[in-house]
Protein backbone atom coordinates (compact mmCIF):
# COMPACT_ATOMS: atom_id res chain seq x y z
CA UNK A 1 0.00 0.00 0.00
CA UNK A 2 2.49 2.24 0.78
CA UNK A 3 4.36 1.66 -2.31
CA UNK A 4 1.28 2.62 -4.46
CA UNK A 5 0.74 5.94 -2.02
CA UNK A 6 4.29 6.80 -3.31
CA UNK A 7 4.05 6.15 -6.58
CA UNK A 8 1.00 8.57 -6.68
CA UNK A 9 3.08 10.92 -4.71
CA UNK A 10 5.63 10.90 -7.20
CA UNK A 11 2.89 11.34 -10.05
CA UNK A 12 1.49 14.13 -8.55
CA UNK A 13 4.53 16.20 -8.27
CA UNK A 14 5.50 15.41 -12.04
CA UNK A 15 2.20 16.57 -12.99
CA UNK A 16 2.80 19.93 -10.89
CA UNK A 17 5.79 20.47 -12.56
CA UNK A 18 4.07 19.95 -15.75
CA UNK A 19 1.94 22.39 -15.09
CA UNK A 20 3.80 24.71 -13.54
CA UNK A 21 6.42 24.49 -16.98
CA UNK A 22 3.16 24.93 -19.16
CA UNK A 23 1.82 27.65 -17.47
CA UNK A 24 5.44 29.38 -17.67
CA UNK A 25 5.78 28.79 -21.67
CA UNK A 26 1.59 30.19 -21.66
CA UNK A 27 2.91 33.18 -19.91
CA UNK A 28 6.06 33.43 -22.43
CA UNK A 29 4.07 32.83 -25.27
CA UNK A 30 1.24 35.60 -24.05
CA UNK A 31 3.90 38.38 -23.64
CA UNK A 32 3.74 38.48 -27.96
CA UNK A 33 0.19 37.29 -27.99
CA UNK A 34 -0.09 35.09 -31.08
CA UNK A 35 1.14 32.85 -33.41
CA UNK A 36 3.52 33.87 -35.91
CA UNK A 37 3.29 32.84 -39.59
CA UNK A 38 2.77 34.52 -42.97
CA UNK A 39 2.46 34.30 -46.89
CA UNK A 40 2.82 36.67 -49.69
CA UNK A 41 3.04 36.53 -53.21
CA UNK A 42 4.48 38.93 -56.06
CA UNK A 43 0.97 40.02 -58.00
CA UNK A 44 3.09 41.25 -61.21
CA UNK A 45 6.27 40.11 -63.12
CA UNK A 46 9.19 42.32 -61.74
CA UNK A 47 12.32 43.27 -64.86
CA UNK A 48 15.73 44.90 -63.61
CA UNK A 49 15.89 43.38 -60.34
CA UNK A 50 19.08 44.65 -58.51
CA UNK A 51 21.28 42.16 -56.94
CA UNK A 52 20.81 41.43 -53.00
CA UNK A 53 17.70 43.79 -52.81
CA UNK A 54 15.10 41.69 -51.35
CA UNK A 55 12.24 40.89 -53.70
CA UNK A 56 8.99 42.51 -52.52
CA UNK A 57 6.13 40.13 -52.06
CA UNK A 58 3.36 42.32 -52.55
CA UNK A 59 0.19 40.57 -51.82
CA UNK A 60 -0.28 39.37 -48.66
CA UNK A 61 -2.60 36.51 -47.86
CA UNK A 62 -1.78 36.02 -44.20
CA UNK A 63 0.60 37.90 -41.83
CA UNK A 64 -0.50 36.05 -38.46
CA UNK A 65 2.10 37.91 -35.89
CA UNK A 66 2.85 40.92 -38.74
CA UNK A 67 6.17 39.80 -39.13
CA UNK A 68 6.42 39.91 -42.12
CA UNK A 69 6.91 44.03 -44.01
CA UNK A 70 4.68 43.96 -47.26
CA UNK A 71 6.85 47.37 -48.16
CA UNK A 72 10.00 45.84 -48.04
CA UNK A 73 9.86 42.27 -48.13
CA UNK A 74 11.52 40.93 -45.37
CA UNK A 75 10.06 39.28 -42.36
CA UNK A 76 11.60 40.22 -38.65
CA UNK A 77 11.40 37.43 -36.18
CA UNK A 78 9.43 38.50 -33.28
CA UNK A 79 10.24 35.22 -31.06
CA UNK A 80 13.50 32.90 -30.86
CA UNK A 81 12.74 29.47 -32.43
CA UNK A 82 12.45 27.13 -34.86
CA UNK A 83 11.06 28.52 -38.44
CA UNK A 84 9.75 26.77 -41.98
CA UNK A 85 10.37 28.67 -44.68
CA UNK A 86 9.14 28.20 -48.24
CA UNK A 87 10.18 30.17 -51.64
CA UNK A 88 8.27 29.45 -55.13
CA UNK A 89 10.18 31.42 -58.29
CA UNK A 90 8.28 31.99 -61.55
CA UNK A 91 9.91 32.02 -64.94
CA UNK A 92 8.30 33.00 -68.10
CA UNK A 93 9.75 33.08 -71.46
CA UNK A 94 8.10 34.98 -73.56
CA UNK A 95 8.42 35.66 -77.22
CA UNK A 96 10.83 38.26 -78.16
CA UNK A 97 12.50 38.08 -74.45
CA UNK A 98 16.51 37.23 -73.95
CA UNK A 99 16.59 34.06 -73.19
CA UNK A 100 18.80 34.63 -70.12
CA UNK A 101 16.39 37.27 -68.66
CA UNK A 102 13.88 34.38 -67.58
CA UNK A 103 16.36 31.94 -66.00
CA UNK A 104 15.62 32.89 -62.44
CA UNK A 105 17.68 32.24 -59.08
CA UNK A 106 16.80 33.13 -55.77
CA UNK A 107 18.24 32.33 -52.28
CA UNK A 108 16.63 32.58 -48.93
CA UNK A 109 18.78 34.76 -46.65
CA UNK A 110 19.18 35.15 -42.84
CA UNK A 111 20.27 38.21 -41.80
CA UNK A 112 22.40 38.41 -45.47
CA UNK A 113 23.82 34.92 -44.86
CA UNK A 114 22.48 32.56 -47.54
CA UNK A 115 20.85 29.71 -46.88
CA UNK A 116 19.18 28.00 -49.90
CA UNK A 117 18.33 28.41 -53.51
CA UNK A 118 15.20 28.11 -55.85
CA UNK A 119 15.97 27.80 -59.56
CA UNK A 120 13.67 28.22 -62.27
CA UNK A 121 14.89 27.44 -65.94
CA UNK A 122 12.07 29.16 -68.61
CA UNK A 123 14.28 27.88 -71.64
CA UNK A 124 11.05 27.49 -74.23
CA UNK A 125 8.79 30.49 -75.50
CA UNK A 126 5.81 30.36 -73.44
CA UNK A 127 7.48 28.00 -70.98
CA UNK A 128 6.61 27.85 -67.48
CA UNK A 129 8.77 27.11 -64.58
CA UNK A 130 8.51 27.09 -61.09
CA UNK A 131 11.46 26.35 -58.48
CA UNK A 132 10.99 26.05 -55.03
CA UNK A 133 12.71 25.38 -51.50
CA UNK A 134 11.86 24.96 -48.27
CA UNK A 135 13.93 25.61 -45.10
CA UNK A 136 13.29 24.96 -41.43
CA UNK A 137 16.16 26.74 -39.20
CA UNK A 138 16.57 28.01 -35.86
CA UNK A 139 15.98 31.78 -36.11
CA UNK A 140 16.92 34.05 -33.15
CA UNK A 141 14.42 36.99 -32.26
CA UNK A 142 15.25 40.04 -34.37
CA UNK A 143 16.63 37.80 -37.07
CA UNK A 144 15.90 39.65 -41.10
CA UNK A 145 14.55 36.95 -42.87
CA UNK A 146 14.10 37.72 -47.12
CA UNK A 147 14.55 36.35 -50.84
CA UNK A 148 16.74 37.74 -53.00
CA UNK A 149 16.86 37.28 -56.67
CA UNK A 150 21.05 36.12 -57.71
CA UNK A 151 22.67 38.39 -60.54
CA UNK A 152 23.92 35.40 -62.13
CA UNK A 153 20.27 34.56 -63.54
CA UNK A 154 18.39 36.74 -65.20
CA UNK A 155 17.27 40.43 -64.52
CA UNK A 156 13.23 39.03 -64.18
CA UNK A 157 10.47 36.94 -61.40
CA UNK A 158 7.92 36.12 -63.70
CA UNK A 159 4.36 36.77 -61.93
CA UNK A 160 0.73 37.53 -62.22
CA UNK A 161 -1.93 38.00 -59.61
CA UNK A 162 -4.22 35.06 -61.10
CA UNK A 163 -1.16 32.31 -61.75
CA UNK A 164 0.71 33.47 -58.05
CA UNK A 165 4.00 31.60 -58.93
CA UNK A 166 6.34 33.27 -57.24
CA UNK A 167 5.83 33.34 -52.83
CA UNK A 168 7.46 33.52 -49.91
CA UNK A 169 5.95 32.19 -47.14
CA UNK A 170 6.93 30.95 -42.80
CA UNK A 171 5.86 29.64 -39.74
CA UNK A 172 7.27 29.33 -36.15
CA UNK A 173 7.34 26.14 -35.78
CA UNK A 174 8.15 26.10 -31.94
CA UNK A 175 10.12 28.71 -29.67
CA UNK A 176 12.60 27.98 -28.01
CA UNK A 177 15.12 29.77 -25.62
CA UNK A 178 18.17 29.90 -27.40
CA UNK A 179 18.80 28.07 -30.54
CA UNK A 180 22.96 27.65 -30.12
CA UNK A 181 21.95 24.07 -29.30
CA UNK A 182 20.37 23.22 -32.52
CA UNK A 183 23.25 24.62 -34.92
CA UNK A 184 25.19 22.20 -36.16
Do not use: C
Not at 36 to 54: D, K
Not at 67 to 76: E, S
Not at 150 to 172: P, Y
Amino acid sequence: MKSNEKHLEERVMKLEYANKENEAGKSRRQEYRGSVSFTAYLSHSVTNIVHNTPVVYDTVLLNDGAAYDPLTGVFTAPLTGVYLFSVSSGSKNLPGSNLTQYDVFTRLVVDGVHKLSAVAESKNVYDDEQGSTTAILPIQKGSRVWVFHQITGGHSLFAEDGERVTSFAGALLYETESIAHLIG
